[in-house]
Structures are given as structure tokens and as C-alpha cells.
């Protein structure tokens, strides 16, 4: 069973930048791509960015790879999503989820991530 411990939330201008971070432990974590997920009031939780076991492949949701970048710190096990020229419409509750164990490139569709953290919350707000 995976752990998460999800950080850096909290409430921004717009045009602000936040950063967040998810430290992933537990059996096999090292094995696991890693998501990142919002949860926007009145709609339904939505895929934001992914990273590959290795760090090395990156899958964005459309319209999010001009402002937010997903990277990953292999050997701390920490994945990251830099979030810049944020808006309103981004305040939610953001995810960090996994899916399966597996390589190559990692999707977005949230039924395909089993262990999910309990979320930090983004207010993006003048």
C-alpha cells in the first residue's frame, strides 16, 4: 500500500505561482508513475500531470503544459507540480494518485489510479 504526503497548497493572486509536492512511500513506490489531479467545485475530478516511474516521460492535460510542470526527485521518491500564472478557475483540491505499477509513458484517465492522497487544497483568489 502506497503513502502520500501532499504539500504546498494554499491561497495565491492570480498570476501567482505555487508549488506542490507529494512524497510517495510504501512497498513498491519506487514503481509507480505519479499523477497529479484537481477536484474543481461542480466538476468532476480531472487529470492535471504525469510523470513516469523514472522521471523521464511527462503527459499533461490539454492546456496545462504552458503553465504548470511535473517533474519527479527519483531517489527521494517526491514528485513536484510547479504551478505559474495561476487562475481563479484553478482553485480545487489538488491529488497526487498512482496507478498500477508500471513503466513507459503514464495516463491521465482517473479510473486507472487505485491509491490516491487525501488532497491539499489550491485557492487561486484577488
Known amino acids: 500500500q502506497l503513502q502520500f504526503v501532499e504539500s504546498g497548497g494554499g491561497s495565491v493572486q492570480p498570476g501567482g505561482s505555487l508549488r506542490l509536492s507529494c512524497a510517495v512511500s510504501g512497498f513498491a513506490a519506487d514503481f509507480h508513475a505519479i499523477g497529479w489531479f484537481r477536484q474543481v467545485p461542480g466538476k468532476e475530478r480531472e487529470g492535471v500531470a504525469c510523470v513516469s516511474v523514472g522521471g523521464e516521460m511527462t503527459n499533461y492535460a490539454d492546456g496545462m503544459k504552458d503553465r504548470f510542470v511535473i517533474s519527479r526527485d527519483v531517489p527521494k521518491n517526491t514528485v513536484f507540480l510547479e504551478m505559474n500564472s495561476l487562475r481563479p478557475e484553478d482553485t480545487g483540491v489538488y491529488f497526487c494518485?498512482?496507478?498500477?505499477?508500471?513503466?513507459?509513458?503514464?495516463?491521465?484517465?482517473?479510473?486507472?489510479?487505485?491509491?490516491w492522497g487525501q488532497g491539499i487544497q489550491v485557492t487561486v483568489s484577488s
Open positions: 494518485a498512482a496507478p498500477e505499477m508500471g513503466g513507459g509513458m503514464c495516463t491521465l484517465v482517473v479510473d486507472k489510479y487505485t491509491s
